[in-house]
């Protein structure tokens, strides 16, 4: 089982294990994202089972997956907005994993949901006093494991059938919306899959005393056409939102005073000519119970066209971009307050596996370093550089969810690992590599191509792979990560079950571009 990223670290605990559910094959190097036992708030019309049937799903549902050591505890946490649909997240709290779920729907007594970032799709039935549900997960075609659902004894039916006093508002059209929205770093377009896309976060903070919802949020090009981007309400807007301090928040769009939400943007166009000189926020509110939405726009924001230009990290063929650049990913979701500042330094990491003929990244015994394919592979200069920061001498873990050899802090999480200065405030970051591979020291200036050290499956990692992204500072985890482009690569597949009997077709050639999530591709042999 690979580790996958989760979005928040303690810096007295420490990064931990973020593992996907179920085994999907992903690598990465992360913190751990915080497990709280989710409450929901059921929206009740009136009272009576029978009212409250299209309701049944919402609140917290506790279920066991599998069994002794390799058991997993899961927590559903599901919520109904006022337009009719279920919104929730899965919450595999052994791994600190927190996951959003798609397509949540009760049918009579028919539950069924997908969790599309890890291909799942649970489908069960709820019984007839409605306390739990029955049924089968599946993923990755591997078969179904049963599991049942219970709903958490914190949703009593007084919480569910109690009336909730609306909230108030304004009494009056306010004068302006007291919304703080903030970007925290100007987004740089780069090209991937041959379109150009723009991404970026807002941080928005509600200064009011009254509760505001969110029902869109939209870029916009500052220019004078206002050309619209990107834009997310509903079910798409509560997707690409997170309530830092409340995983529990099940309407993450909903923000009482003094609370604060990060909606994650991205935007993409067909040509380079298509992305704006600078972009724009515009945002619809609803401001307690006062009845009209409120409109905010911000003041635009430049928008960079030149990522960073870099050669590959590896050479060779079939390495897989695990955990890369995607709406979805889990490193583009990793905000971290460091050092009393949140950043997120693997906005564009890619873990980097490598998958041979029969659809593995590994072969013989699993729990072998040695057998994985990517073990040992040369890790090189993407650039000509310095080196700012190294470090040596972590032991290697045996590959597997729950197996490290040392704590996971802030100082061992990347493993043995090297950052070099490649100029222009541009910094390159290689983790878990074998402990006395190291090929470079602190200083040392590096050319193009130069061997820095080897792929191996130091710090919090599960399994050998090479962890790599570029950033604007000398700090594992301190920094901002940028996009980059890479002169050249092939694609030739996607996903973890790929094998290169699935090839259909010549290899896709990409020039100046930056793998996505999951894509499998070679790369030169030479730099």
């Known amino acids: 089982m690979r580790h996958k990223i989760g979005q928040k670290i303690d810096k007295q605990r420490g990064p931990g294990a973020a593992s996907i559910i179920l085994g999907l094959n992903i690598a990465t190097f992360v913190a751990l994202s915080t497990v709280i036992a989710l409450i929901g708030m059921v929206p009740v019309r009136t009272a009576g089972q029978a009212a409250r049937a299209d309701s049944d799903l919402a609140g917290t549902w506790k279920g066991e997956l599998g069994a002794d050591a390799a058991k997993l505890h899961i927590v559903l946490t599901i919520t109904k907005t006022g337009d009719g649909a279920f919104l929730g997240q899965l919450n595999s709290v052994d791994q600190g994993a927190t996951i959003a779920m798609q397509n949540i729907t009760l049918k009579g007594d028919a539950v069924r949901f997908e969790v599309k970032d890890v291909g799942g799709l649970y489908e069960g039935t709820l019984n007839a006093a409605r306390t739990e549900f029955t049924g089968t997960w599946t993923q990755g075609g591997a078969p179904g494991q049963p599991i049942t659902f219970a709903r958490s004894t914190d949703d009593s039916p007084a919480k569910d059938n109690a009336a909730q006093k609306p909230v108030e508002g304004p009494k009056e059209k306010p004068i302006s919306t007291f919304v703080d929205v903030v970007v925290p770093i100007a987004p740089t377009a780069f090209k991937a899959d041959g379109k150009w896309h723009v991404v970026y976060e807002l941080h928005l903070n509600n200064m009011d005393r009254w509760d505001y919802q969110l029902t869109k949020v939209e870029a916009l090009s500052g220019d004078a056409s206002g050309r619209s981007l990107v834009s997310y309400a509903g079910t798409d807007l509560e997707g690409v939102m997170a309530r830092p301090g409340q995983p529990g928040a099940t309407e993450k769009s909903k923000l009482a005073g003094g609370t604060m939400a990060i909606v994650y943007m991205w935007a993409t166009v067909d040509t380079e000519n298509a992305v704006p000189a600078t972009i724009r926020q515009r945002l619809s509110v609803k401001i307690g119970t006062y009845p009209e939405e409120l409109t905010v726009e911000t ?66 015994d699993e729990k072998d370093n040695k057998n994985y394919y990517a073990y040992g592979s040369d890790a090189l200069a ?45 910094f390159a970051f290689y983790a878990h590599l074998q402990p006395g591979s190291l090929r470079v020291k602190l200083g040392d200036k590096v050319r193009r191509g130069q061997v820095v050290g080897l792929v191996g499956n130091s710090g919090n990692s599960t399994e050998p792979h090479l962890h790599f992204h570029i950033e604007n500072a000398s700090s594992p985890l ?17 996903g973890w079950a790929w094998k290169p009997a699935d090839a259909i077709g010549a290899a896709e050639v990409h020039k100046n571009e930056i793998p996505m999530e999951n894509e499998v591709v070679n790369f030169s042999t030479t730099p």
Not at 324 to 337: C, F, K, N, W
Not at 340 to 351: E, K, L, M, Y
Not at 352 to 363: A, L, S
Not at 478 to 494: C, I, K, N, Q, T
Request: glycine share 16%; no cysteine; proline share 7%.
């Open 299 to 364: 003041a635009a924001v430049p928008v960079g066209h030149g990522p960073v230009a870099i050669s590959s990290p590896l050479r060779g063929n079939h390495w897989l971009a695990g955990n890369g650049p995607s709406i979805t990913s889990g490193h583009r979701r990793a905000l971290i307050p460091i050092d009393g500042h949140a950043v997120i330094a693997q906005r564009f990491a890619i873990d980097w596996v490598r998958i041979r003929n029969e659809g593995k990244t590994f072969q013989g």
């Open 478 to 494: 301190g920094a901002e990560g940028l996009p980059y482009s890479l002169a050249s690569f092939e694609v030739v597949g996607h």
């Open 382 to 426: 993407v650039a000509d550089g310095v080196v700012t920061e190294v470090k040596d001498g972590i032991p290697e873990n045996i590959p597997g969810r729950d197996s490290r050899a040392v704590p996971i802090t802030l100082e061992t999480v990347g493993g043995n690992h090297v950052i070099l200065d490649i100029g222009g405030g541009h």
